[in-house]
């Protein structure tokens, strides 16, 4: 089936730092990437939708100057979170789509920010 | 607005019981449908999908799709303690462009 590599899978940074995830998908192109965040207890929300080659859409109320996307092959797109606070410690999902059929996750990335 | 809702629970099974799960979605055009399985701190596993009216069945797993009156479940039989979890029902209008609209989940309980 389908596989979403996501990497790292736990981050702790320092507040005002940036981090870099990474998420390919390994045996299929991704012609759309997405991002969600999940806090405790809560659903996953739909951080960005990036799609390769062109610029990423954020939904409503997430700053695209502060989660930086990038998706420059049909393999890889990149979160950056800059200058993390506190706030920003969540778990962080990927997911890939083929145009066809279901989305796929990746394992996720833990970050907390210190 | 997309609107997925499902009833947050928890919800408490006896083990080898049957499980049964429920979610309705506004979006009339909504064309996929999909169960996925969360245990605590980890990513969404998908655990069905479907796509036309009617009952599908793989293992002890049954989603059943009525697109009249929007709305999606899974039956889960013979549940085991493994299969506590919060279940995400998801909806696509599109052919997968588009991200899947979630529900809140439903935190099911299997008690041995």
């Known amino acids: 089936g389908a596989v979403v590599s996501q990497h790292p899978s736990r981050v702790i940074c320092k507040s005002g730092t940036s981090v870099k995830i990474e998420c390919r998908s390994l045996?299929?192109?991704?012609?759309?990437m997405f991002w969600y965040r999940q806090f405790p207890k809560q659903s996953l929300m739909l951080m960005a939708t990036s799609n390769e080659g062109s610029k990423a859409t954020y939904e409503q109320g997430v700053e695209k100057d502060k989660f930086l996307i990038n998706h420059a092959s049909l393999t890889l797109s990149t979160l950056t979170v800059t200058s993390a606070h506190p706030e920003d410690s969540s778990f962080y999902i990927c997911s890939a789509s083929s145009g066809l059929g279901p989305l796929h996750f990746g394992n996720g990335t833990r970050l907390t920010v210190t | 607005q997309k609107e997925v809702e499902q009833n947050s629970g928890p919800l408490s099974v006896p083990e080898g019981a049957i499980a049964s799960l429920n979610c309705t979605y506004s979006d009339r055009g909504s064309q996929s449908f999909f169960w996925y399985r969360q245990y605590s701190g980890k990513s969404p596993e998908l655990i069905m999908s479907i796509y036309s009216n009617g009952d599908k069945e793989d293992g002890r797993f049954t989603a059943q799709l009525n697109k009249a009156s929007q709305y999606v479940s899974l039956l889960i039989r013979d549940s085991q303690p493994s299969d506590s979890a919060t279940y995400l029902c998801a909806v696509n209008s599109g052919g997968g462009a588009d991200g899947l609209t979630f529900g809140k989940g439903t935190h099911l309980i299997i008690q041995p």
């Open positions: 045996d299929f192109q991704a012609t759309t």
